[in-house]
């Protein structure tokens, strides 16, 4: 008999409540190394308390000027990151991710990079900001993301878009509830 948790592409894990920590040495780090006016953002599950996911530390690197994007992706490869294009969202982002050393232990960050005011900036910081506010609604999308997981199998791209109408009416509503509508 196959285990079917062998097969699986994402692993969805109990939250880990070291991620602040961790974050903070993530974020002196970035502010260490990048020359620029920027903000760091703790986002994705791991900055929701309680939230479980893939146990992956996610940052949000906020820059001023839309040009310093290429820049700060590039001092971070050469700081042994990867980038990962996105041709989708040329103007809206770079990826990079890449090893940070915690304690001893070598961990895998992902770190978002966007400018002041973008959609990727305005979103990251809406949906973490929603779920950290409604406790249950976290709590749905943790037990959702498991099912996801299971339901995508050994496709990573089929978790993407079975999670993506849910974060969809996520921000619909936090967006709403922001305008001030109930």
């Known amino acids: 008999m196959v285990d079917k948790k062998q097969d699986l592409a994402v692993r969805i894990l109990p939250y880990e409540s070291k991620a602040p920590e961790i974050f903070k040495g993530i974020r002196r780090f970035i502010y260490d190394v990048i020359p620029y ?97 409604h406790i249950e609604e976290a709590r749905t999308y943790f037990e959702l993301k498991k099912r996801w997981s299971i339901e995508a199998g050994s496709d990573p791209s089929k978790y993407t878009e079975l999670k993506t109408p849910y974060i969809n009416r996520i921000l619909k509503k936090a967006r709403r509830e922001e305008e001030g509508w109930r």
């Open 37 to 133: 006016k920027i903000e760091v953002e703790h986002i994705g599950s791991t900055a929701v308390p309680g939230l479980g996911g893939k146990g992956i530390i996610d940052i949000l690197i906020v820059t001023q000027h839309q040009y310093q994007l290429p820049e700060i992706a590039e001092i971070l490869r050469n700081k042994g990151f990867n980038h990962n294009p996105e041709p989708r969202h040329a103007e809206d982002r770079f990826f990079v991710s890449g090893p940070y050393r915690y304690k001893g232990e070598e961990l895998h960050i992902h770190i978002h990079i966007t400018f002041s005011g973008s959609k990727e900036h305005k979103d990251k910081l809406l949906f973490r900001d929603y779920l950290r506010q």
